[in-house]
């Protein structure tokens, strides 16, 4: 793909989010677009909201699930970043400053030292690790009904929107991140639940497979980034008015309410 067409999709989709307003999905127009072209606008997105002055708290892992992966039938998660005006303060989030807003629960880690693949291990991430947290992370897909093929949500930043961090710090060897139980609530109703292995096995995988895959495009996992594993859970439809609320065995709750 040529640079001119990587950065007008990429400012047609920061326009999409800015004006909270789903757009028809690339691949309508481009339908020949690869996850290599994606990743080129999701890059050239990336520089833009840098330049805006914004700053990127971590990369995330996005489809990690098994459920996820058979859906968009593929065999590799997908990656995007985090900005710092993503993560809520304050408890709330307002429903009309997004489109189609989705919640999944989710484990945070916090590196304490740089990790640079390829060859990445789960253990050595673990190591790396200063701690993890709970976390919430709200995607909003800039495309219509939440439609899109693998390319376009890379393109799309992977969906990123929101994230509620909790506020429960753990070491990475204080408990067994695979099996930690995790249920999602919604206006005190169960929607979903699952257990950390439910992201490639264990949430540590994520970052290492995070890093080898950053480390073909030549990045690198930072000490002091903050990186989303995937979701545990299923994604939750929001709406106004809904109290969401996570708890995650020994890494306690984390929750938000969605202003109209
Ligand atoms: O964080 C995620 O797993 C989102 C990845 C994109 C898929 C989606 O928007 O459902
Ligand atoms: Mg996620």
């Known amino acids: 793909m040529d640079r001119a067409t ?12 800015v004006e909270k307003r789903e757009v028809t999905r690339i691949t309508e127009r481009y339908p020949e677009l690869t996850v290599e072209d994606a990743y ?3 890059e050239v997105l990336v520089g833009k909201k840098l330049e805006q002055g914004y700053r990127i708290v971590g990369p995330k892992m996005g489809l990690t699930s098994r459920a996820k992966m058979k859906q968009m039938n593929v065999d590799e998660p997908i990656y995007g970043f985090i900005f710092d005006y993503m993560v809520v303060s304050g408890g709330e989030i307002s429903f009309r400053d997004l489109i189609h807003p989705k919640v999944e629960a989710e484990i945070a880690f916090v590196l304490g030292r740089d990790v640079e693949g390829p060859g990445v291990t789960g253990a050595q991430v673990l190591a790396a690790t200063a701690h993890v947290m709970p976390a919430l992370e709200i995607i909003d897909s800039r495309y219509e009904r939440f ?3 693998l390319p376009d949500v890379i393109a799309d930043n992977a969906s990123s929107s929101r994230v509620v961090f909790g506020t ?3 070491r990475p060897d204080e408990l067994e991140l695979d099996l930690v ?8 109703e169960l929607k979903e639940m699952g257990a950390g292995a439910a992201v490639l096995g ?3 995988n994520s970052v290492a497979m995070l890093a080898n895959m950053l480390a073909r495009k030549g990045l690198k996992l930072k000490a002091g ?4 594993t995937g979701g545990i859970t299923g994604a939750v439809m929001l709406q106004p008015g809904d109290v969401v609320s996570a708890r ?6 984390v929750g938000f309410l969605v202003r109209a």
Do not use: Y
Request: hydrophobic residues 45%; charged residues 10%.
């Open 6 to 17: 990587a950065v007008s999709l990429a400012e047609w989709l920061i326009r999409a989010e």
């Open 40 to 42: 080129q606008i999701q």
């Open 147 to 149: 439609h899109f093929t």
């Open 168 to 170: 429960t710090l753990k």
């Open 181 to 188: 139980g995790v249920t999602l609530s919604i206006n005190g």
């Open 202 to 204: 264990h949430p540590a």
């Open 225 to 228: 980034q903050t990186i989303l």
């Open 248 to 253: 995650l065995d020994g890494l306690g709750s």
